[in-house]
């Protein structure tokens, strides 16, 4: 291996004398804050560190069960014990990768030990699989790192110890990047996040014939391999990069950049783009505008981009000699932003950024991101600046559903900084009742890659008051992040779960996190749904106040027809005892005034039947199977599947925020007391004062005192009540059929609705904008094509004074089977007199 040359060399000074020596650790409790942070530190009790003066590294102890997340990979062999699970520069907390799997590691290993403490100058954790585990070959994989190293050597021998002919990949799989590129041989990765500035890169190292391993190994009894790669750590690709280049002992030479504007500030926003070699990487300015790295020598040329400002290209030749570069830019040009309460108190919110009259809209970065994701900047202080290229926009800021919006033309000029202050105005009143979102996620849970802090943002812009801790497969806590953002006068939190797997999903709240134990002592999901539900319940000891429910319901296998053969045999009988409720709503489109079970819909050119929840969930609340539906956003983005698009509006005795209490939140959860919305603000209740989810008495007819209020930039022109489930045509009211019922200010509809009855029955009634959509406060965002709708949980209404018997009406079609063909959904559907899309 060639030593490791740093250009830094004023910084060695700095480096601290107990940091000299490389050292080899295993973590116990009493070390757990040596651990590395980052957005993607997944270091627990028991894991291996291996650090240096300049990088920290984890490596995933042999334990069952072990991987970083749910995600790390999917299918049978998904635990990757003896992998490399954490790399960032040493002290930064900055780490980005979620795992490095040497020539494919995965599975179950034999064991992972340190095999060199560091003292002799080189520290080793290595990782054996026997053939007996893995069934035919030894693999020994070794992390290596040396003093001045600014990366990990990893050394993999692979031995043929069975008796057949074996073939296959040897290749590295490293995970969860977007973007990525390849440099002759070395491949590299930029965080999910540019703001983060973090990179990889690695690159096979030639053996002592000096050539490079092939991809793939074909063995025979008895032949082994030895692969070495070295992966390497960086503030940008590009320095990643260039650090596997001189361990490659390629030619190289030294870029040193210094981005400053005219006026001699330094600039650290922005980008740098390297090409060399005829590809493209990305390289990032620290605090003092400066970027310097090693690369390949030859032709080579720059362009710095950044947000707002105009990008500056410069041609040079990389050779033994530095190259020194100064770039000298104009201001940018942007909009700083005073967004406030009606109380003066700054307010957190939500910007969308439209380009008009030619401008573009901009695209200021990911959509896991809330500071810049597509067009929008989601704030959690309502004080923030956003740089945008010179242009004309229209400016659009919103805090959820209860607020009016504002609306600005705003004409930016090269260099020139615009202000926007203004006061968002809640002028929907909801004492009483708070807005909450039971199922979001951001990255611990592994299928997604939001931050999350931007979880939090997001969540608080879009006005959420209550939002428990959702992570798939992980007990995690977001309190720590509400506080740090400053965000606990505006959103609460609890700490809980979303056990996940190939069948039902179950959220859970509260459960205790374990910090530092895989999966945050999770229980593992099994595929019997109220095994699931009985081992989250009895969690840390058993709770009846603990809420669970089932996320987005295979309603065909959950409740009717479990092996989906066609026949209906209860589903999973017993689970509705087990459940407090279930999503009707999942970010999705709302189907409630579908009027069947299923519709037509297309996967590419071919035709499938999708169940429409909420009818079949009417179905079943006419067969006795009582369930309370909510509605969730389910977000794993910012930008498109982010919060907002559906919440459920809960009663509370407090409309504080920072009082909200849990266990009152789930008691009256379990007691149906909630709206489901996706703007429209609900309030239904008898003439004598029962709320949904609540039983009445009526003596052959009832009176709903029904009330509907919308922001600014939401409307409705229908209310309709269902009676068991079916759409009366005379409680349908339309702004056509009755226009003077309807008003064009916040207060869209008050009336009391006198409903008729011959027979017990549950009351919903539906708000819905069947002309109007979303799109004034989600713009670009998916949710924008969304309908404004609302419904209540049912109310219980006994005509009989028998108490509440469910009618058993399917509602003209039969509970939806398994097997159901499209041939056969459409002949239903024309049977029924429903038109097919």
């Not at 320095?239 to 190289?252: I, P």
């Not at 977001?478 to 700490?495: F, R, V």
Request: charged share 25%; glycine share 10%; proline share 6%.
């Amino acid at each position: 291996m060639k030593s490791f040359f740093f250009p830094f060399c004023s910084l060695l000074l700095l480096v601290n004398v107990s940091w000299s020596k490389p050292e080899a650790l295993e973590i116990s409790l009493d070390k757990v804050k040596l651990l590395p942070g980052g957005k993607e530190g997944d270091g627990i009790v028991g894991d291996f560190l291996i650090r240096n003066d300049r990088i920290e590294a984890v490596i995933a102890h042999a334990t069952p069960l072990r991987k970083a997340n749910m995600g790390t990979f999917w299918g049978a062999e998904n635990v990757t014990p003896g992998c490399l699970y954490d790399l960032t520069l040493r002290g930064a907390a900055n780490d980005q990768i979620t795992v490095f799997s040497p020539s494919r590691q995965q599975g179950k290993v034999s064991y992972v030990r340190i095999s060199k403490d560091g003292s002799d100058g080189e520290a080793i954790v290595e990782v054996v699989v026997t053939s007996t585990v893995s069934g035919a070959l030894f693999k020994r994989h070794e992390y290596i790192l040396k003093d001045g190293w600014q990366g990990v050597l990893i050394r993999s021998t692979i031995r043929h110890e069975g008796d057949k002919l074996v073939d296959g990949p040897v290749t590295d799989k490293w995970t969860n990047f977007r973007s990525r590129g390849k440099i002759g041989s070395i491949e590299w990765a930029d965080s999910i996040d540019p703001a983060d500035k973090a990179g990889y890169a690695y690159a096979w190292l030639p053996g002592k014939d000096g050539a490079i391993p092939p991809g793939t190994a074909r063995l025979k009894p008895g032949d082994e391999i030895r692969i070495e790669r070295f992966l390497a750590v960086g503030r940008s690709p590009a320095e990643a990069v260039g650090l596997v280049a001189n361990q490659l002992e390629l030619k190289t030479g030294e870029l040193s950049v210094q981005l400053k504007e005219n006026d001699g500030g330094p600039v650290s926003t922005g980008r740098l783009e390297i090409s060399t070699g005829g590809q493209v990487i990305p390289a990032y300015p620290d605090d003092d505008g400066r970027i310097r790295l090693l690369l390949p020598q030859g032709k080579a040329s720059v362009i710095f981009v950044d947000h707002g400002r105009m990008s500056m290209e410069r041609d040079f030749t990389v050779g033994a000699k530095n190259v020194e570069l100064t770039l000298e830019l104009e201001p940018r040009s942007g909009i700083t932003f005073e967004v406030r309460k009606q109380n003066g108190s700054f307010s957190p919110c939500k910007a969308q950024f439209i380009g008009i009259d030619g401008t573009p809209s901009p695209n200021l970065g990911p959509t896991d991101r809330a500071h810049g994701c597509r067009d929008q900047y989601h704030s959690e202080s309502g004080k923030f600046y956003v740089a945008l290229a010179p242009g004309k926009y229209r400016v659009v800021l919103t805090r959820g559903i209860e607020h009016d919006h504002f609306e600005k033309e705003v004409i930016l000029l090269p260099g020139k900084t615009v202000k926007v202050e203004t006061t968002l105005r809640r002028t929907v009143s909801s004492p009483g009742w708070v807005s909450t979102d039971f199922h979001n996620h951001s990255t611990p849970s592994g299928d997604n890659v939001c931050g999350t802090d931007d979880r939090v943002i997001n969540l608080a812009a879009e006005h959420i008051e209550f939002a428990p801790t959702t992570e798939h497969n992980r007990i995690y806590d977001w309190s720590p992040h509400i506080q740090k953002l400053g965000l606990s006068k505006e959103i609460s939190t609890i700490s809980g779960v979303e056990l996940t797997g190939s069948g039902a999903h179950i959220n859970a709240f509260p459960l205790i996190p374990e910090p530092y134990r895989q999966d945050g002592g999770s229980p593992v999901w099994v595929d019997d749904p109220r095994i699931n539900a009985i081992n989250l319940r009895e969690l840390h000891g058993h709770r009846p106040d603990r809420w669970i429910h089932i996320n987005h319901p295979d309603m065909v296998e959950n409740f009717i027809d479990r092996d989906k053969d066609g026949r209906p045999d209860g589903g999973f009988a017993g689970i509705v005892s087990l459940i407090d409720a279930i999503e009707t709503e999942n970010f999705r489109q709302a189907t409630i005034l579908n009027g069947a079970p299923f519709r037509i819909t297309r996967r590419a050119a071919r035709e499938q039947v999708t169940i429409n929840r909420e009818f079949v969930w009417l179905q079943l609340l006419n067969k006795g199977m009582k369930m309370w539906g909510i509605a969730v956003s389910d977000a794993h983005h910012v930008h498109g599947n982010g919060v907002g698009g559906w919440r459920t509006y809960v009663r509370s005795s407090t409309d504080d925020p920072e009082k909200i209490d849990w266990k009152e939140i789930s008691r009256r959860a379990k007691a149906g007391q909630m709206i489901l919305t996706t703007g429209p603000y609900l309030e239904v209740e008898t003439a004598d004062g029962v709320f949904p989810g609540g039983h009445a008495r009526a003596n052959g007819e009832i009176d709903l005192k029904v009330r509907v209020q919308c922001a600014s930039w939401i409307d409705i022109d229908r209310v309709q009540v269902l009676v068991n489930g079916r759409a009366e045509p005379t409680l349908n009211f339309t702004r056509k059929s009755h226009p003077k019922w309807f008003s064009d200010g916040v207060l869209k509809f008050d009336k009391s609705l006198r409903v008729s009855l011959d027979e017990d029955a549950h009351l919903v009634v539906v708000a819905y904008g069947e002309n109007f959509d979303l799109k004034k406060g989600y713009g670009s965002s998916a949710q924008a094509s969304m309908n404004p709708c609302a419904y209540n949980n049912p109310i219980f209404v006994d005509v009989d004074g028998n108490g509440f018997t469910p009618n058993g009406d399917t509602l003209g079609f039969p509970l939806p089977t398994g097997r159901l063909t499209v041939t056969q959904a459409k002949a239903l559907l024309g049977k029924a007199g429903k038109k097919l899309d």
